[in-house]
């Protein structure tokens, strides 16, 4: 299918990404111990019939690096943060990564890499470029010790390794004589026990999205001012909604109000005089795009004094749900998909069990199935594209087809939510993102 899947994105330029791009990029955040993410490791998979890494491990590392620089633009995968990219010993001396800047990447070496001297010499000549390197899923031994002094980054799966003391001990032990110590991540950081865990064994970085699943959740009522925005979201997804009716609901919140009129008089828009009426203003905008941006503020609202991934996350993975949805043969309009894709997030965001939260919300009986897990279209879309968030790629080819939503088109909608979610960073459409 080549039907274009994207609108111009708010307040900017068309970005220009298409359902024909087969290459599928996924990401995981990186986080210090002050739960600020760091970077993202990407996850790549070559096509839709391909397996991920396998065949050609070379060529799939190769598309990662062709596809952050090129189609996707780093920085808009990982909003300015480190990426980092897995690569294979020949990936690594065929100096692919060359091609890469030495500022906004990290080069994560597999784990079957050893340290032969074909390996620690170009390691060594990367190091003088200005690269930095990880150590992926690193299991000292005598084949690979040697390059624990030239890491930066060193990688451990806390499901796999039982002792992450004596682990610790053992990689500093391999970096007594080279100085300063690398930063060490826990990979498969899924609970907060898990991250607290690492942490006790000396542990200063995490994998995972373990800031979205808090210890202990309990059920509580959701203040009735955070209720308002979900209200919002789901009044502006009515796509019969007309101007009037916009301007009616924006004005009962000062704060939407100002931002309304902030964004139209902003520099972007090179208006001679002030815009000072939220009609004018919404005249100005348009009804779409006041639509998208009215969306991110209600976004940022309800998830004020969370973690700020939660919000990026929440907009990436409900744009995602919004382009997708009409493909995967849904009766409702689109903004219902974007609605499906926020209100999955609710959970972690307000701490609250998925049914308390539910019971709270103003929503139509097919999203309300489909957040508390039963089987229906909604659900089917939502679990497809919970896997592709995670790079699960063997699940979600599955059920990309139980969702009856083409697999090509996850890339382009993948593709243009980053864009739009970036834009949002950038423009500080998202509050507190930048501190994430």
């Not at 002792?163 to 300063?180: C, I, M, N, T, Y």
């Not at 959740?217 to 919002?232: D, S």
């Not at 007309?242 to 704060?255: G, H, N, V």
């Not at 969370?306 to 043969?329: K, Q, Y």
Request: aromatic share 6%.
């Amino acid at each position: 299918m080549r039907d274009r899947l994207i609108e111009p994105a708010p307040g900017g330029p068309e970005s220009g990404v298409t359902p024909a791009r087969d290459a599928f990029i996924a990401r995981q955040p990186i986080l210090d111990g002050g739960r600020r993410v760091i970077g993202y490791e990407l996850l790549f998979r070559g096509s839709e019939t391909a397996e991920c890494f396998s065949g050609s491990p070379e060529v799939a590392t190769a598309r990662v690096i062709a596809d952050a620089l090129g189609s996707f633009g780093l920085d808009v995968i990982t909003h300015g943060r480190l990426g980092f990219i897995n690569l294979t010993r020949s990936v690594l001396l065929d100096r692919v990564t060359t091609l890469l800047p030495p500022a906004g990447v990290v080069l994560e070496l597999l784990e079957q890499i050893e340290a032969d001297d074909e390996v620690l010499a170009c390691c060594r000549r990367l190091k003088e470029q200005g690269y930095v390197l990880a150590l992926d899923d690193f299991l000292p031994s005598e084949a690979n010790r040697e390059l624990i002094p030239l890491a930066d980054y060193v990688k451990v799966d806390i499901s796999v390794v039982a002792d992450l003391p004596a682990w610790v001990r053992e990689v500093q032990g391999g970096r007594a004589k080279a100085g300063s110590m690398p930063m060490l991540i826990a990979e498969r950081v899924e609970t907060v026990e898990d991250q607290r865990r690492a942490a006790d064994a000396g542990i200063t970085h995490f994998q995972g999205y373990f800031f979205g699943r808090p210890a202990t959740q309990r059920a509580r009522r959701i203040p009735e001012a955070r209720l308002g925005y979900v209200r919002l979201l789901h009044a502006i997804s009515n796509p019969d909604l007309t101007l009037s009716q916009l301007e009616d609901l924006i004005k009962r919140d000062a704060a939407l109000c100002l931002r309304v009129l902030r964004t139209v008089n902003s520099a972007a828009f090179g208006l001679r005089s002030e815009v000072r009426s939220i009609r004018e203003a919404l005249v100005l905008l348009g009804l779409e795009s006041i639509r998208r941006w009215v969306s991110l503020w209600a976004m940022a609202s309800l998830a004020a004094g969370s973690h700020p991934e939660l919000l990026l996350n929440a907009i990436v993975r409900a744009r995602t749900c919004e382009l997708l949805w009409a493909h995967g043969g849904a009766p409702t309009p689109s903004g219902e998909g974007f609605l499906l894709g926020m209100c999955s997030m609710l959970d972690a965001i307000f701490e609250a069990p998925m049914e308390s939260v539910v019971a709270q919300l103003p929503l139509d009986e097919v999203l309300r199935a489909a957040l508390l897990g039963d089987d229906n279209s909604a659900r089917r879309l939502l679990d497809a594209v919970l896997a592709y968030e995670r790079g699960d790629w063997t699940a979600w080819q599955a059920l990309a087809e139980q969702a009856r939503v083409p697999a090509p088109l996850f890339a382009g909608a993948s593709a243009e939510a980053l864009t739009w979610s970036h834009q949002a960073y950038t423009q500080g459409a998202v509050p507190g993102a930048r501190g994430a």
